[in-house]
């Protein structure tokens, strides 16, 4: 399900069962998808959080959305867990074309953003079960090899 559509109750990204994840079906090239915006986020939010009113949903997004802003603003990197990175890079001052005129044009240095989205967010956007994380051992032990049975331990009375 979709945030983008207010219709529907919307599922979380994040699923901490192995329930298989049903993705809605949509087609690219019809062009009815709409966009995901500040109000259907609300909306959103607004209907997850019982006892949230629609106004205190719209400000909780406009702060979210702004510290965003801010940080990106600032310079840093910002990275939201199983969403995608979103990086700051300098782009020095270049030589550029007039493409009408061929006539060479100076562009400016300046600051860009960049969008890498996670793994499993691509898992998710090709219809994919998100990827899981291999457990870790616990420490000190070491790992049971293929093929070897573990002997017996014998406690002392």
Known sequence: MSIA????TP????HDSDEEVEHEATSL???SRGTLTRQDIALAIHRRI?????REAKR????????????????????????????????????????????PVPIEARRVITFKAS???KAAINGKAPLTKLKKRARGRP???????????????
């Open 143 to 157: 790992a049971a090899r293929a093929g070897r049975a573990e002997p017996p331990r014998v406690s002392a009375l």
């Open 60 to 103: 909780l997004t406009d702060l979210v959305i702004e510290e965003m802003a801010a940080t990106l603003a600032s310079g840093e990197s910002l990275k939201l867990h199983d969403f995608g990175s979103f990086l700051v890079r300098i782009k020095r001052e270049r030589a550029g074309r007039n493409p009408r005129t061929g006539e």
């Open 29 to 31: 090239e019809d062009g």
């Open 50 to 54: 019982e006892g949230m009113s629609c």
């Open 5 to 8: 559509n207010p219709r529907t």
């Open 11 to 14: 599922k979380s990204f994040a």
């Open 119 to 121: 793994p499993n967010m």
